[in-house]
């Protein structure tokens, strides 16, 4: 090795070894700092996991003490029942509630151990529901040894007990607690989470300063002192061409971004849409095989009780009550049907000033006197074309609810006015006029969650018992029904305000005659001749049954395409009684194949779905609803026969 070379790799040493040491003091750093990561991130799950248990134990305890209460009203409520009835099957279900508010104590005392106060809480609640249970066993021994007097007087006197009011006290006083604790727990989480992130950012800034100087050293590395002019240049140009590319990635991400939200905004309300709309044909499928279902039902009751020998009272009322069962049953089809918009209308031409001061004794009568109803109206002469019935049964259930949402106390008001909706106005609604009612309250409000979901059949966010769950989707139905749309407007703690909008009235329109259960007016009084074509053999049964029960001879056919057949191998014929939908050909479709066949003949459609087809298909002709009664049938045949015998004579 010569002098020279020897003497430049002596003088490369020292730089050499400042370099290697400062790489490793480096990677050591970096290891460091993994580790620490490491060790930061399980400390904070550690943290976070515990105080997510103290949270999750604080809900049980909620839960507990509101289950606790829940149980003692339904003992104190079957306890009633059990005095007033005296039946021991119900003093069964007061013991039954009662050792559940038992078990549900002792679960509570379980869960507050760890908190003092909590424990003297609960230790007060263990006196108090003790305490009760001996003056409750007061009153249930009473009515078990048939003492009635006593346990009434001694219920009477239980309802003032101090120890009543000490189980409520307590109960609300353990909630209470535990809802404070409970925001205190999820603070500490919450400052947890916030402490551990801000831990874990500081040694990930470290850790990219680190990484930052380790490139910095190798560049240091493989460029010599006579490239850094060059690459101070590369690096600047490179800089600039960096920024402008984050710029330019800034504003397409942005846009991207507005578009997206744009985009999932529009798939939502199209899914909503398309929900409802699934639900509703679901809905009005149910109703209808309920109508099949409760036609059978209701004609078999009828002629149990035409038939029911003399004195026959007790099964007189067994049928009486399960008549009602029935009609509520269809009552309820009927709502069911309305927001499948399933359910037949008899428009008219409404002024909806007018409707809604004809409505305000009923309003006033139904709120109760805690409620004020203020009305505004823009005085337009607009009118709305609807079936009056649905739209005050609307306005009602809107009413009703917004009473509900304010405690029975607050302020209602009701304003229409005329509105035109065009462009992104209009909605799901067609460009237009429209008249527009409003139904607002000073209640809680909803949240989102509600809001999206207030549409939907049986759901209710009243207590149970309180609310079906259909008012707002049975008014849902008759406004897209009618060729409108309902929309929510509601902010939590201010209040809600539904607004309805109508079709303004444009021109009348007609529809076939739908026969609703009524007495009959001028029923037929001479035996006929009918074919009766239905695919349901139940509801074939009894609409035999029911026609022979009025006198008249019927024969039957289960499938319209062998209609034709038995038309001609017929005598005489006076009626066809026809279902609407069924497999393979509908009634008005037979009817209209079987024309020449039928010159004459009074033709009568059965329906369990009011609004199924067109209303022109049935030429004018009656539709009676199923479930029907032999009252409602009887009045059909008769206007069916009057329908033919008109039209005979304007034909000549």
């Not at 134990?57 to 009203?73: D, H, K």
């Not at 002629?303 to 269809?330: K, Q, S, T, V």
């Amino acid at each position: 090795m010569s002098e020279t070379s020897y003497s430049r790799l002596i003088r490369r040493l020292p730089t050499l070894d400042w370099r290697v040491g400062l790489m490793i003091v480096v990677a050591l750093l970096g290891c460091s700092v993994l580790v620490l990561l490491v060790v930061n991130q399980r400390d904070a799950d550690a943290r976070h996991q515990a105080a997510l248990a103290r949270q999750s134990q604080s809900y049980e305890v909620m839960v507990l003490s509101q289950s606790f209460a829940a149980s003692m009203a339904r003992a104190e409520a079957t306890l009633g029942r059990y005095v007033v009835a005296g039946e021991r099957a119900v003093g069964r279900d007061f013991v039954a509630e009662w050792q559940r508010a038992s078990g549900q104590l002792g679960l509570l005392e379980r869960h507050v151990r760890g908190n003092p106060a909590q424990v003297d809480r609960a230790m007060r609640l263990r006196e108090a529901y003790a305490a009760r249970g001996l003056e409750l066993a007061q009153i249930a021994r009473s009515t078990d040894r048939g003492r009635n007097a006593a346990a009434y007087a001694y219920y009477n006197e239980a309802r003032r007990s101090p120890h009543l009011a000490a189980l409520s006290l307590q109960t609300r006083a353990i909630f209470d607690a535990e809802r404070l604790l409970l925001s205190a727990r999820a603070e500490e989480a919450r400052l947890t989470a916030v402490g551990a992130a801000e831990e874990t950012r500081n040694l990930v800034l470290f850790g990219a300063l680190l990484a930052a100087a380790a490139i910095a050293l190798g560049w240091l590395n493989v460029r010599a002192i006579r490239d850094r002019a060059a690459a101070a240049a590369e690096a600047e140009a490179q800089r600039a061409r960096s920024e402008e590319l984050q710029a330019a990635v800034t504003t397409a991400t942005a846009g991207l971004k507005a578009e997206a939200r744009e985009r999932a905004a529009a798939e939502d309300k199209l899914r909503q849409a398309q929900k409802m709309e699934a639900v509703g044909q679901l809905t009005g499928g149910i109703a209808h095989d309920f109508n099949n279902m409760l036609a059978v039902v209701l004609g078999g009751i009828e002629l149990a009780r035409r038939n029911l020998p003399d004195g026959a009272e007790a099964a007189l009322r067994h049928i009486d009550n399960a008549a009602e069962g029935a009609n509520r049953a269809a009552a309820l089809t009927r709502q069911l049907l309305g927001f499948a918009r399933s359910e037949a209308l008899a428009p008219e031409a409404i002024e909806p000033t007018e409707l809604i001061e004809g409505m305000s004794i009923l309003l006033d009568r139904t709120l109760g006197e805690g409620i004020t109803v203020e009305t505004h109206s823009e005085g337009t002469q607009w009118k709305v074309w609807a079936d009056r019935v649905q739209l005050e049964n609307a306005l009602l259930n809107l009413a009703v609810n917004a009473r509900d949402a304010m405690d029975g106390r607050g302020t209602i008001t009701i304003a229409s006015g005329h509105v035109a909706l065009d462009g992104d106005d209009a909605g799901e609604c067609a460009p237009g006029d429209y008249v527009r009612i409003a139904v607002g309250d000073t209640g809680t409000g909803m949240t989102r969650e509600v809001m999206d979901r207030v549409f939907e059949p049986f759901f209710t966010t009243k207590p149970v018992g309180k609310g079906t769950g259909l008012g707002l989707s049975q008014i849902f139905g008759f406004v897209r029904q009618s060729g409108g749309e309902v929309r929510i407007e509601s902010t939590v703690g201010v209040g809600t305000t539904v607004t309805m909008f109508l079709p303004c009235h444009a021109a009348t329109t007609s529809a076939a005659p739908l026969i609703e259960q009524v007495g009959p007016r001028a029923g037929s009084h001479r035996a006929l001749d009918i074919l009766v074509v239905e695919d349901d053999p139940r509801v074939l049964t009894a609409t035999l049954a029911a026609l022979e029960e009025l006198g008249h001879r019927p024969v039957a056919c289960t499938d319209p395409l062998t209609a034709p057949r038995i038309v001609a191998g017929l005598r005489t014929l006076d009626l066809v009684i026809s279902d609407v939908l069924m497999p393979g050909q509908t009634g008005p479709e037979m009817v209209a194949a079987l024309e020449p066949q039928l010159r004459s003949v009074a033709i009568l459609y059965v329906t369990g779905y009011a609004g199924e087809g067109d209303e022109d298909r049935f030429a004018g002709r009656p539709v009676l609803r199923k479930p029907f009664t032999l009252a409602g049938l009887e009045q059909a045949l008769a206007d069916a026969i009057a329908v033919q015998r008109h039209t005979d004579a304007a034909t000549g």
